[in-house]
C-alpha cells in the first residue's frame, strides 16, 4: 500500500525538515495550516534558524527559490497547484523543493536509489533485466553511463555475481541533458520538470515499474503522477491557465522569541483531588519549565472566568513564587469554558502583538453554562491566539481537541483512574518544551509511590548533547520532609523539602552536568509518598546539534474495526541524523483505566517505511483496544548501543553515489509524549479469531548471482504472525515472466518449494533457487507472500527480477573480477603449472651453470 495524505503524517515532516535543515528553527510565529485555495498553496510557513545571522541578500535567494519552485510546482502538476499565499522563507534548488514537496504534501517517495543490499549495506544501484544490469532509474528515457566511481574505470562484477559497490549509472546533466523526468528520481538534473505517468504519452514521462527504487517498493509499482493524482489536492481542483502567474506572495515576519503564557484552569464542581493535582503540577510548570523572560497569567472559570494574577515577567525566582501561590485552591460552580478563555484572551491583549500567544487550558468538565466555546472562538482566531489543551479524565469536555487543531496549538490527555500515571505532569510540561529557543529536553518520567521509611531509587542518564541546566523533581502534594539525593560518580546533591516548596521539590545539577549515569533516592521519614518524577535538562549549546525525540502521529481519530492498522510513529535525530539501534516504546492508557505497551521499530517491517532511517513504527492493533474514548501515548526512547547514519553524501541523486558510517553516541535517555487519540465506533472483538494477516515483506532483494548455473539467492527480513507480531508459519513464493500477472494475480502464477521456516521478525531469510527450463532474453519476476497459522496471507511483496546475463559489457577483458568460478580456478590451476614448469627449467639452468644460490637472478 501506498499511502498519500497520511504517510506524509511520517516520513515527509521529516524529510522536508532535512532538506531545509540548514535554515529551520524551532520557533514558529504561530502554527498554521497549509491550504489549497484555488490552484494555490497558502499559509506555507517557513523558518530561518536562529543562528543563521541576519542577511538581506540570504532572504533575497530565498525568495528567488521559492518564486521559482512555484513556478515548477506548477508545471510539474500540470497546471494544478502552485505557491500563492503568504510565507516566510523557503531555500534551496526549485526543483528539489518540488521533489520534497512531493513527499511532504502528497506522501511520494524518491525513485532513486536508496535500497540497502543485505550484507554489504551498500546502495543496491542495478537490477538484472533482459540480460542485462539495469541502472535503477524511474524512466528509462534517462541516459548516462556506467563506471566505477573511485577506480574511474568500467564496472565489473564482483563475487556475488552482481555489478560492484562502487559501480554507478551516472545520467547525463548539465548542457547535454534532455531527461525531463522525474522530479522524485533525478531532482539535481536541470533538464527534469516533470512527474513520471504510468500514462503518459510521452516516453521521457513513461513510468518504470519493474524498477526496485523505494516509491515502487512502497506503491505496488504505481508512479508518482498516479499517486498525485488520488490526492484530493487534484480531485479537488481543475487545470488552471498554462500562462498563469505562478508568482507567490511573500510576507516576511519576525519572530517574537519572547513567550505569552496564559494558564487557564477548571474550578466548576470538580473533584477537589482533581484541583490539587492541577495545581501541585501548574506549580512544577511555573517555578521549573516556563522560561525566564516571559509573561505569564493565571486565569480561572466556572460560572464566570476569573483572572487570578495579571500577566508578570518571569524575571527572578520571587516571581515565579507570586505566580505559583496565586494558583487556585477551591471549586464549585458550574462550567463556562467560553468564560475563562475570555477572560485570558482580555488579559493577553494587554500585551502588544497578541498574535502568537498562548493559552492552556486544563479541565475536567464538560461546558454547561454561557459564555460557550462557540461564542468566543472566532476572537482568538482571529488573534493568531494558540490554544493548548488537557482533558482530564473522562468526562472532560470534547471539544477540546477541535479547539487546538483550530488554533494551531496541542491537545492532550490525562486519565484520572490510572494510578501510576506520568500523563498529567507530560501534558502540562509537553507545550512549554519548546517555547523558546532555549529548548528543553525531558529525559524521563515516571510514577513514585512509597511508605514511610521506605528509599525509592531509580536512574537516568546525560548524554553528550545536554547537561546544561538539569534539573530532577518531584511533583506531590505533600513534598515537607520529602528527601531526593542525586549522585553521579563522587558527586552527590541532596534537597529536603520544606512547608514552602509549594508541592516541588527539585534539584538543580550546577552548571553543565557531567556525562554518565546517575542514581536518585527518594524518601521520607514523616509521611507516605505519591507523585511524578521527572527529568530535564537543556542543550550544551544551541550550536550543537540535540539528540531528540518527536511523535509524528497526527490523525487524531481511529475508527474502530477488526481490521484497523492505526499506526504510531516516533522520530528518533541527533540534530538532522537518524539515530539507529536504540529502544523505543509507547505507554498507551485509556478512559477506563487500562494501558498497553508496544514496541516501535525502524526495521522496514509493518508500519516501518525503511529501515533504518531514524523513525520507529509500530501499528495499534484492533484487540489491543478495548473501549472508545481518549487515548494518552507516552514514548520512551532509550539507546545503550545506539548510532547515529553519519552519510558522506549529496543531496537527492548526485552525482555519485553515497556511502555512510555508523557512530556510537552512548546512553541516552529520552520522554515525548503523543497528541491525544480518540477511539470511535469501538466493537467487541473475539479475540480467539485471528484476522490480521502477516506484513507484506518490503525487503525482497537480489543477494547472489551464479551465471555459471543460473541460480539465485534471494533475501529478506522476516516478517510476523500479524503484521510484525510473532513469527508467521510459512513462505508462498511465486514467480512469473509477467510482471503484471504477478503482481496482480499472484496465487495463479508458478510457485518455489522453499520449506523455510520463517525467523523472528527483523531477522534476515536467504533462498537459493533456480527457475526450470529458464531461458535466454527472458525475464523472470519473483516475489514472496508470508502466511500464517490460520493461512492467512500477507500482501505480495515488492517484486523483483532475475534473467540470463548476455550482455557482454559485463565480459570483456577488463572484468576479470566477473568471470566465472570455474575459469578462474581454471586459470589459477593453468598459471601454477606453467610456474612450476618455468622453475624447472631455471633450476636445472641454474644446476649447469653453476650459479651461487644468493645471485641475484634467483627466484
Not at 24 to 48: D, E, P, R
Amino acid at each position: 500500500m501506498c499511502y498519500t495524505s497520511s504517510l506524509s503524517d511520517r516520513r515527509l515532516i521529516m524529510r522536508l525538515i532535512f532538506f531545509i535543515s540548514i535554515f529551520l528553527s524551532g520557533q514558529f510565529i504561530a502554527k498554521t495550516s497549509i491550504s489549497l485555495t484555488g490552484n494555490g498553496y497558502t499559509n506555507v510557513l517557513v523558518t530561518i534558524a536562529d543562528d543563521i545571522a541576519e542577511d538581506t541578500t540570504l532572504i533575497s535567494i530565498l525568495k528567488e527559490w521559492l518564486i521559482e519552485a512555484s513556478e515548477k510546482l506548477y508545471i510539474a502538476s500540470k497546471h494544478h497547484v502552485m505557491f500563492e499565499g503568504d510565507d516566510g522563507n523557503f531555500g534551496n534548488l526549485a526543483t528539489v523543493l518540488v521533489h520534497e514537496w512531493g513527499h511532504y504534501r502528497w506522501g511520494i517517495f524518491d525513485e532513486y536509489p536508496t535500497s540497502r543490499d543485505t550484507y554489504t549495506n551498500k546502495i543496491i544501484q542495478f537490477y538484472l533485466h533482459n540480460g542485462r544490469w539495469e541502472p535503477v532509474r524511474c524512466t528509462t528515457e534517462i541516459f548516462g553511463t556506467m563506471f566505477n566511481y573511485k577506480s574511474d574505470r568500467k564496472c565489473r562484477l564482483d563475487y556475488t555475481g552482481k555489478p560492484e559497490s562502487d559501480c554507478l549509472f551516472q545520467p547525463e546533466y548539465g548542457s547535454e541533458a534532455t531527461s525531463i523526468a522525474s522530479i522524485m528520481g533525478h531532482a539535481y538534473i536541470s533538464s527534469i520538470s516533470q512527474f513520471c505517468d504510468n500514462n503518459a504519452t510521452d516516453e521521457r514521462t513513461k513510468h518504470n515499474a519493474e524498477s526496485p527504487n523505494h516509491h515502487n517498493t512502497r506503491c505496488s509499482g504505481q508512479s508518482s503522477w498516479e499517486i498525485i493524482r488520488q490526492h484530493k489536492d487534484y480531485k479537488a481542483t481543475s487545470p488552471g491557465n498554462p500562462l498563469a502567474n505562478s508568482r507567490p506572495q511573500i510576507v516576511l515576519q519576525q519572530t517574537q522569541i519572547i513567550g505569552r503564557f496564559c494558564l487557564l484552569i477548571d474550578v466548576s464542581g470538580s473533584i477537589v483531588l482533581l484541583t490539587m493535582q492541577k495545581v501541585d503540577t501548574l506549580t512544577t510548570v511555573i517555578k521549573t519549565i516556563i522560561p525566564n523572560e516571559s509573561y505569564v497569567g493565571i486565569a480561572s472559570f466556572n460560572d464566570n472566568g476569573k483572572l487570578l494574577k495579571r500577566m508578570t515577567k518571569i524575571t527572578s525566582e520571587s516571581d515565579r513564587n507570586s505566580l505559583a501561590l496565586s494558583l487556585p485552591t477551591t471549586t464549585g460552580g458550574s462550567t463556562s469554558i467560553g468564560a475563562g478563555l475570555q477572560k485570558c484572551y482580555e488579559e493577553l491583549l494587554t500585551l502588544n502583538n497578541v498574535s502568537g500567544s498562548v493559552i492552556y487550558l486544563a479541565t475536567d468538565g464538560k461546558e454547561n453554562a454561557s459564555p460557550y466555546i462557540d461564542e468566543v472562538l472566532p476572537n482568538l482566531t482571529g488573534k493568531g491566539i494558540v490554544i493548548h489543551t488537557l482533558a482530564i479524565g473522562s468526562s472532560a469536555a470534547e471539544k477540546l481537541n477541535n479547539i487546538s487543531k483550530i488554533t494551531g496549538g496541542s491537545s492532550y490527555f490525562y486519565p484520572t483512574n490510572i494510578v501510576n500515571s506520568t500523563s498529567l505532569v507530560d501534558g502540562l510540561i509537553a507545550p512549554f518544551t519548546d517555547s523558546s529557543k532555549d529548548k528543553i529536553i525531558l529525559i524521563k518520567t515516571l510514577h513514585t509511590q512509597m511508605s514511610t521509611q521506605q528509599v525509592f531509587e531509580t536512574k537516568f542518564v546525560i548524554d553528550d548533547t545536554i547537561g546544561r541546566d538539569t534539573i530532577v523533581q518531584l511533583t506531590t502534594h505533600v513534598v515537607r520532609d520529602v528527601n531526593l539525593t542525586i549522585k553521579h560518580s563522587e558527586i552527590t546533591f541532596t534537597k529536603i523539602g520544606t512547608t514552602g516548596d509549594n508541592s516541588v521539590i527539585y534539584v538543580k545539577i550546577p552548571g553543565i552536568a557531567q556525562i554518565g549515569n546517575y542514581d536518585i533516592f527518594l524518601s521520607s521519614t514523616t509521611h507516605d509518598i505519591s507523585g511524578t518524577l521527572s527529568i530535564f535538562s537543556k542543550p550544551v549549546s544551541s550550536k550543537q546539534a540535540v539528540l531528540q525525540v518527536n511523535v509524528l502521529n497526527t490523525e487524531p481519530e481511529i475508527q474502530h474495526s477488526a481490521s484497523l492498522l492505526f499506526p504510531l510513529y516516533a522520530a528518533v535525530y541527533k540534530g538532522s541524523l537518524p539515530v539507529t539501534n536504540a529502544t523505543v516504546m509507547a505507554v498507551i492508557e485509556n478512559e477506563i483505566g487500562e494501558s498497553f505497551n508496544t514496541a516501535l521499530k525502524d526495521n522496514a517491517i509493518g508500519a516501518d517505511v525503511s529501515l533504518n532511517d531514524g523513525i520507529y513504527s509500530c501499528y495499534i492493533l484492533p484487540n489491543e483496544l478495548s473501549a472508545n474514548g481518549r487515548l494518552s501515548i507516552k514514548v520512551i526512547a532509550e539507546g545503550y548501543s545506539a548510532k547515529v547514519v553519519v552519510e558522506v553524501t549529496r543531496s537527492p541523486g548526485t552525482k555519485f553515489t553515497d556511502d555512510f558510517e555508523e557512530q556510537s553516541i552512548g546512553p541516552f535517555m529520552r520522554v515525548a509524549l503523543a497528541r491525544e487519540i480518540t477511539v470511535k465506533n469501538y466493537t467487541l472483538l473475539d479475540k480467539s479469531i485471528d484476522l490480521l494477516p502477516p506484513s507484506s515483506i518490503l525487503t525482497l532483494q537480489l543477494s547472489n548471482v551464479s551465471n555459471e548455473d543460473n541460480t539465485y539467492t534471494l533475501s529478506w527480513n522476516a516478517v510476523g504472525d500479524d503484521l510484525d507480531r510473532g513469527n508467521a508459519s510459512s513462505y508462498d513464493i511465486r514467480y512469473s515472466d509477467k510482471f503484471q500477472k504477478l503482481k496482480t494475480d499472484p496465487g495463479r502464477q508458478q510457485t518455489i518449494t522453499a520449506g523455510i521456516i520463517p525467523k523472528e521478525p527483523g531477522e534476515t531469510e536467504s533462498f537459493v533457487f533456480q527457475i526450470p527450463n529458464i531461458q535466454t532474453n527472458t525475464t523472470y519476476y519473483i516475489a514472496v507472500r508470508a502466511v500464517d497459522d490460520q493461512n492467512n496471507t500477507g500482501d505480495l511483496s515488492n517484486i523483483i527480477s532475475v534473467s540470463i546475463l548476455n550482455d557482454q559489457y559485463w565480459f570483456d577483458d577488463e572484468n576479470t573480477d566477473g568471470l566465472s568460478i570455474a575459469f578462474l580456478v581454471g586459470i589459477s590451476i593453468g598459471a601454477v603449472i606453467i610456474v612450476a614448469i618455468f622453475l624447472v627449467c631455471v633450476i636445472t639452468l641454474i644446476k649447469k651453470k653453476k650459479v651461487p644460490r644468493m645471485s641475484n637472478y634467483a627466484i
